[in-house]
């Protein structure tokens, strides 16, 4: 297995210099680059099993959004939204130095993704959305905002899993090592116990949008032309079976996969999942 290789990128926001930390696995003269992203509280390591897979054919990279893991906080939390997100990744992207690239966005790494799929001139050849799409249901995000920064004190690690374990329990089932890489992996020292390694702010403008209706973002999906697999969560409450037939149908038609017993967001530490998107990036 090849650690990954640390680094980061200078991006601009609110009359500052931010620092977006990234890491990158396999040949760094690659070509084909397949970057993947994050979804709303959790970071790039995420990837880590995916990445070690995919390095044999793809120089891999997977940012932390800024205002999680190891990447900056803005001082202005209004900033955390999904237009400047786009522009954030289109600084890595320069940086990478590459004119195509494959996209693997889980939630929120998925609508960035879609957005950026959408405008002319996208870089985006190929484009994973993991159980989100067009369509927000509104019950789905006034879940997740009950949650998003508003975690209990985590006084030690068994505490932080068992949070963990409870608000992420759509993610399905995983072993107890699986379980304690996911905490692992959203977890810093603070005094003598631990935090979720976020910026608590992403909640202020996520909360601003949830109004009780779902939100509607087909005229960006309808625009994109790149190939595009759509995996479900078959329990996802943020991604409906209507929803998604619907974008196997129009637009760049899916490709949509099911995965059973899962709700909202498969988590790519499963073989059967893992394969299932290799073989996507991996076709001609």
Same mark, same amino acid.
């Given at each position: 297995?090849?650690?990954?290789? !640390?680094?980061?990128?200078?991006?601009? +926001?609110?009359?500052?210099?931010?620092?977006?930390?990234?890491?990158?696995?396999?040949?760094?003269?690659?070509?084909?680059?397949?970057?993947?992203?994050?979804?709303?509280?959790?970071? /790039?390591?995420?990837?880590?099993?995916?990445?070690?897979?995919?390095?044999?054919?793809?120089?891999?990279?997977?940012?932390?959004?800024?205002?999680?893991?190891?990447?900056?906080?803005?001082?202005? !939390?209004?900033?955390?939204?999904?237009?400047?997100?786009?522009?954030?990744?289109?600084?890595?992207?320069?940086?990478?130095?590459?004119?195509?690239?494959?996209?693997?966005?889980?939630?929120?790494? /998925?609508?960035?993704?879609?957005?950026?799929?959408?405008?002319?001139?996208?870089?985006?050849?190929?484009?994973?959305?993991?159980?989100?799409?067009?369509?927000?249901?509104?019950?789905?995000?006034?879940?997740?905002? $009950?949650?998003?920064?508003?975690?209990?004190?985590?006084?030690?690690?068994?505490?932080?899993?068992?949070?963990?374990?409870?608000?992420?329990?759509?993610? /399905?089932?995983?072993?107890?090592? $699986?379980?304690?890489? @996911?905490?692992?992996?959203?977890?810093?020292?603070? /005094?003598?116990?631990?935090? @979720?390694?976020?910026?608590?702010?992403?909640?202020?403008?996520?909360?601003?949008?949830?109004?009780?209706?779902?939100?509607?973002?087909?005229?960006?999906?309808?625009?994109?032309?790149?190939?595009?697999?759509?995996? +479900?969560?078959?329990?996802?409450?943020?991604?409906?079976? $209507?929803?998604?037939?619907?974008?196997?149908?129009?637009?760049? +038609?899916?490709?949509?996969?099911?995965?059973?017993?899962?709700?909202?967001?498969?988590?790519?530490?499963?073989?059967?999942?893992?394969?299932?998107?290799?073989?996507?990036?991996?076709?001609?």
């Amino acid at each position: 297995m090849s650690a990954p290789r !640390p680094a980061h990128v200078l991006i601009g +926001r609110d009359s500052g210099v931010y620092k977006m930390a990234y890491r990158e696995w396999g040949d760094s003269n690659n070509p084909r680059v397949l970057l993947c992203v994050h979804g709303l509280t959790r970071n /790039g390591r995420d990837f880590e099993a995916f990445a070690q897979e995919m390095a044999r054919d793809f120089r891999v990279v997977a940012p932390d959004v800024i205002g999680r893991g190891e990447s900056d906080w803005l001082r202005d !939390p209004m900033g955390y939204q999904l237009p400047l997100y786009v522009q954030d990744m289109l600084v890595l992207i320069a940086r990478l130095n590459v004119a195509q690239l494959s996209w693997f966005g889980t939630s929120m790494g /998925g609508l960035i993704g879609m957005l950026l799929a959408a405008m002319p001139g996208s870089p985006i050849r190929k484009l994973l959305l993991n159980d989100v799409g067009p369509v927000l249901s509104a019950a789905a995000l006034a879940r997740i905002g $009950e949650y998003v920064g508003n975690a209990p004190p985590l006084p030690t690690r068994e505490v932080a899993e068992a949070y963990i374990r409870a608000v992420s329990a759509p993610f /399905g089932p995983h072993t107890d090592a $699986e379980w304690a890489f @996911l905490t692992e992996v959203m977890l810093k020292a603070d /005094g003598g116990g631990w935090r @979720l390694n976020y910026d608590n702010g992403i909640a202020m403008p996520f909360r601003q949008t949830i109004d009780g209706r779902d939100v509607d973002l087909w005229p960006y999906y309808d625009r994109i032309a790149c190939p595009v697999l759509l995996v +479900r969560g078959s329990q996802s409450d943020l991604l409906t079976a $209507e929803v998604a037939c619907a974008m196997s149908e129009r637009g760049p +038609r899916a490709q949509w996969v099911d995965f059973d017993g899962i709700g909202h967001a498969p988590t790519f530490q499963h073989a059967d999942q893992i394969a299932v998107a290799a073989d996507f990036f991996r076709a001609a």
